[in-house]
């Protein structure tokens, strides 16, 4: 006989970047009702799970970590990173220095966790609030296509938390790349 197995994967994803560049509004837009603020006290990162049919034999069980404040500091603790499989960089597109800040996220991040192989975890890049007027920092921002690729990004998006812009997608790509790497 032929017994159909589920396999449940549980993937702890990180959304960083600098305060108020949406991460918030971000992980509540994509996971809707299902955000709990349960371990808000305990942890001290707020914490939100969506459950996924990846395919037929695969449910992902998606932990997105928030960091409620903490990103005023500029870096993170060990705790936070530990055993995470990848991560959202979210700047605000309206703000130049948050950008500017990327690569301190994705420095910290590369610096305090990588995959069992060694190797870094999948990033991906959201320029958050792509809803809003840019002032002009379209001309001050790099390529983000030849950006990413070179920073070693495995995509970046456009987002809008408030219009629901790219949201699902950028999240869909992070977790194509976490199941295909890992
Ligand atoms: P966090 O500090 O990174 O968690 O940022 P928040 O999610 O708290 O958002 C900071 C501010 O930006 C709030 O006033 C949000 O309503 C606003 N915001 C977040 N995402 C968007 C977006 O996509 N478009 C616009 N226009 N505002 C946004
Ligand atoms: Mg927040």
Same mark, same amino acid.
């Given at each position: 006989?032929?017994? *159909? #197995?589920?396999?449940?994967?549980l993937l702890k994803v990180l959304v960083i970047g600098d305060l108020g560049v949406g991460k918030t509004s971000i992980?509540?837009?994509?996971?809707? $009702?299902?955000?709990? $603020?349960?371990?808000?006290? =305990?942890?001290? %990162? &707020?914490?939100? /799970?969506?459950? /996924?049919?990846?395919?037929? $034999?695969?449910?992902?069980?998606?932990q997105l970590w928030d960091i409620a404040g903490q990103e005023r500091y500029g870096n993170m603790t060990r705790v936070?990173?530990?055993?995470?499989? @990848?991560?959202? %960089?979210?700047?605000? #597109?309206?703000?130049?220095? =948050?950008?500017?800040? %990327? /690569?301190?996220?994705?420095? &910290?991040? &590369? *610096?305090?966790?990588?995959?069992? +192989?060694?190797?870094?975890?999948?990033?991906?890049?959201? @320029? +958050?609030?792509?809803?809003? !007027?840019?002032?002009?920092?379209?001309?001050?921002?790099?390529?983000? &296509?030849?950006?990413?690729?070179? !920073?070693?990004?495995? @995509?970046?998006?456009?987002?809008?938390?408030?219009?629901?812009? +790219?949201i699902e997608a950028a999240i869909t790509c992070l977790v194509e790349n976490i199941m295909s790497s890992s």
């Amino acid at each position: 006989h032929y017994i *159909a #197995m589920q396999q449940e994967r549980l993937l702890k994803v990180l959304v960083i970047g600098d305060l108020g560049v949406g991460k918030t509004s971000i992980i509540k837009r994509y996971v809707h $009702q299902i955000f709990s $603020q349960h371990y808000r006290a =305990t942890i001290g %990162v &707020d914490f939100a /799970l969506k459950v /996924l049919n990846w395919d037929q $034999q695969t449910v992902v069980r998606l932990q997105l970590w928030d960091i409620a404040g903490q990103e005023r500091y500029g870096n993170m603790t060990r705790v936070y990173y530990r055993e995470a499989v @990848g991560a959202l %960089v979210v700047f605000d #597109m309206t703000r130049f220095s =948050t950008f500017q800040a %990327v /690569l301190k996220w994705k420095g &910290d991040l &590369d *610096a305090k966790v990588a995959l069992c +192989n060694g190797r870094p975890v999948p990033v991906v890049l959201l @320029g +958050n609030k792509c809803d809003q !007027q840019r002032y002009g920092l379209c001309s001050k921002l790099p390529k983000l &296509d030849t950006f990413s690729r070179e !920073q070693g990004f495995v @995509g970046w998006y456009e987002t809008s938390a408030k219009d629901d812009t +790219n949201i699902e997608a950028a999240i869909t790509c992070l977790v194509e790349n976490i199941m295909s790497s890992s």
